[in-house]
């Protein structure tokens, strides 16, 4: 309910598009693409123990998905469009982290049933994390149209108002020996979790925004009059997580089949 503003005001433009005689609208779905990369900066998190900087690099290309609604407005040599859609992107990352303290490792679901200080037991670590983050999408772009109406090309901001974000995470290795407490050294195999992102006492740096911007560009064609194709790729600016030192690259394709259910 607490979005219906959103659908209502689509609505009223909608309205005042149909009074005026220019209108298209209909329905769209299909699927996201989404890559890139993150650094985490190192942070303290108690006296003596610190987590190191943790590069996530690509591990192939989340897949996700998106569905919703879009009205246009035809002038005579460009056209708006806006849009209200329901998606989903997902990140895959993987990350090799070098004799992080065994304290800190419990970030990552690591734990083992002693009470040692900090520098005590290192370990060294794979991990990967497949963030996902399902959003309320809302684009507003501008465009021109081929001959025909046959092909378009456009561009714009958009705003992701996030619903739910969380990562499923994934870590194993070694954890080293330590001959002075009696240590014989431990494998970490596969240990799984899930995270809240958007739960600051779960993500920690990783929280994600309630609000991201980005722009998006595309390029679509229509046939038989009402069926459409669009191909499309976005980047957030900004970022999408609230800790402004995690810096790197994050980028997204959309590709998507729409009906004009109104056209003039």
């Known amino acids: 309910m607490k979005y219906c503003w959103i659908a209502g005001l689509l609505v009223l433009v909608a309205v005042q598009i149909?009074?005026?005689?220019?209108?298209?609208?209909?329905?769209?779905?299909?699927?996201?693409?989404?890559?890139?990369?993150?650094?985490?900066?190192?942070q303290t998190l108690s006296p003596g123990l610190e987590m190191p900087r943790i590069r996530n690099t690509s591990n192939g290309i989340g897949v996700g998905y998106l569905g919703g609604v879009w009205i246009r407005k035809n002038?005579?040599?460009?056209?708006?469009?806006?849009?209200?859609?329901?998606?989903?992107?997902?990140?895959?990352?993987?990350?090799?982290i070098d004799r992080i303290d065994i304290l800190a490792a419990s970030?990552?679901?690591?734990?083992?049933?002693?009470?040692i200080p900090p520098k005590t037991l290192y370990a060294s670590l794979n991990a990967t994390s497949d963030p996902r983050i399902n959003s309320f999408y809302i684009p507003v772009f501008i465009g021109?149209?081929?001959?025909?109406?046959?092909w378009r090309l456009y561009g714009g901001p958009y705003l992701m108002i996030t619903q739910q974000a969380e990562a499923s995470r994934t870590a194993s290795g070694r954890v080293e020996p330590n001959a002075s407490i009696g240590f014989?050294?431990?494998?970490?195999?596969?240990?799984?979790?899930?995270?809240d992102l958007t739960n600051p006492d779960q993500a920690g740096m990783l929280q994600v925004k309630p609000l991201n911007f980005g722009v998006e560009f595309g390029a679509g064609m229509t046939f038989l009059k009402r069926l459409e194709v669009d191909l499309r790729y976005g980047?957030?600016?900004?970022?999408?997580?609230?800790?402004?030192?995690?810096?790197?690259?994050?980028?997204y394709a959309t590709l998507a089949v729409g009906y004009k259910l109104i056209s003039r």
């Open 18 to 42: 149909r009074a005026q005689g220019t209108l298209e609208g209909g329905v769209r779905g299909g699927g996201t693409l989404t890559h890139g990369h993150t650094i985490l900066p190192a």
């Open 75 to 96: 002038f005579d040599r460009f056209f708006l469009q806006a849009e209200l859609s329901f998606s989903s992107l997902m990140l895959k990352q993987k990350a090799s």
């Open 107 to 115: 970030e990552f679901g690591v734990n083992l049933p002693l009470t």
């Open 144 to 150: 021109k149209k081929g001959p025909g109406d046959l």
């Open 184 to 195: 014989p050294g431990y494998t970490v195999t596969n240990i799984q979790d899930k995270v």
């Open 235 to 251: 980047l957030p600016v900004g970022g999408v997580f609230n800790e402004r030192g995690i810096t790197g690259f994050i980028g």
